[in-house]
T-cell receptor
Framework: DGGITQSPKYLFRKEGQNVTLSCEQNLNHDAMYWYRQDPGQGLRLIYYSQIVNDFQKGDIAEGYSVSREKKESFPLTVTSAQKNPTAFYLC???????????????FGAGSRLTVL | KQEVTQIPAALSVPEGENLVLNCSFTDSAIYNLQWFRQDPGKGLTSLLLIQSSQREQTSGRLNASLDKSSGRSTLYIAASQPGDSATYLCASPQGGSEKLVFGKGTKLTVNP
C-alpha cells in the first residue's frame, strides 16, 4: 500500500540534544511538508520541499533543519536551538489531482516529541 | 494573507443527528478548500476537496459546500454515528502557493 511512514512514533529528548524525525513516502509525490501541531492550535508549517535538493522555510522554521536528498525522504532535525520543541510533528506529501490541478495532501501518522 | 477560522471548537451531538461544521476564510480569491479528519494521536485524513469553481462536493454521508462571496465553507454530516467522532479541520492554500493554512479544528463527539 502506498503511504507515508513516520518514525519514531514517540521520542524523548533531553534539553540540548538534536533529534531527527524520519519521513518516507512511496507515493511518488514531488512535494513534501513538515507541520507542527500543539494542543488547541492549528497546524503550522515548518518546512516544505517541492523537488529534490530544494526546500523552503515555512512559518516557524527557526530551530529546525531539513534535507531532501531523495524524492522519497524528507527528514526533519529538531535542533537544540528550538526553544519549545515538545509537540506533535506531522509529515505530508502532495500530488496533483488529475484535471483539477489541486494538491491533495496525504499525511503520515505523526511523531510525538517530548523534551525532558 | 489567508486566515482560516473554525467555530465552534467543540460540538457534541446524539447519534443519528444531521450536523454542520463551519469554516470561515478571509481571502475570497480562494483556490480550493479541503476538509480533513483527525483521530486522537493520529495524522490527518483528507475527506473532501472543493475547487474554487465548484459549489459543493459529496462523499457518502459527507457534503462540503463553498461560498466564496461570504468566505464560508460548511461540512454537512448526515445521520451521524459514534465512529464520526474526531476533530475536523479545514484548510486553504496561502495565495497560489503550496502552503496550506489550517483552521484549529472542531472536535466532534457523537454520543450513542
Amino acid at each position: 500500500d502506498g503511504g507515508i511512514t513516520q518514525s519514531p512514533k514517540y521520542l524523548f529528548r533531553k534539553e540540548g540534544q538534536n533529534v531527527t524525525l524520519s519521513c518516507e513516502q512511496n507515493l511518488n509525490h514531488d512535494a513534501m511538508y513538515w507541520y507542527r501541531q500543539d494542543p488547541g492550535q492549528g497546524l503550522r508549517l515548518i518546512y516544505y520541499s517541492q523537488i529534490v535538493n530544494d526546500f523552503q522555510k515555512g512559518d516557524i522554521a527557526e530551530g529546525y533543519s531539513v534535507s531532501r536528498e531523495k524524492k522519497e525522504s524528507f527528514p526533519l532535525t529538531v535542533t537544540s536551538a528550538q526553544k519549545n520543541p515538545t509537540a506533535f510533528y506531522l509529515c505530508a506529501s502532495s500530488g496533483q489531482v488529475r484535471a483539477s490541478g489541486a494538491n491533495v495532501l496525504t499525511f503520515g501518522a505523526g511523531s510525538r516529541l517530548t523534551v525532558l | 494573507k489567508q486566515e482560516v477560522t473554525q467555530i465552534p471548537a467543540a460540538l457534541s451531538v446524539p447519534e443519528g443527528e444531521n450536523l454542520v461544521l463551519n469554516c470561515s476564510f478571509t481571502d475570497s480569491a480562494i483556490y480550493n478548500l479541503q476538509w480533513f479528519r483527525q483521530d486522537p494521536g493520529k495524522g490527518l485524513t483528507s475527506l473532501l476537496l472543493i475547487q474554487s469553481s465548484q459549489r459543493e462536493q459529496t462523499s457518502g454521508r459527507l457534503n462540503a459546500s463553498l461560498d466564496k462571496s461570504s468566505g464560508r465553507s460548511t461540512l454537512y454530516i448526515a445521520a451521524s454515528q459514534p465512529g464520526d467522532s474526531a476533530t475536523y479541520l479545514c484548510a486553504s492554500p496561502q495565495g497560489g502557493s503550496e502552503k496550506l493554512v489550517f483552521g484549529k479544528g472542531t472536535k466532534l463527539t457523537v454520543n450513542p
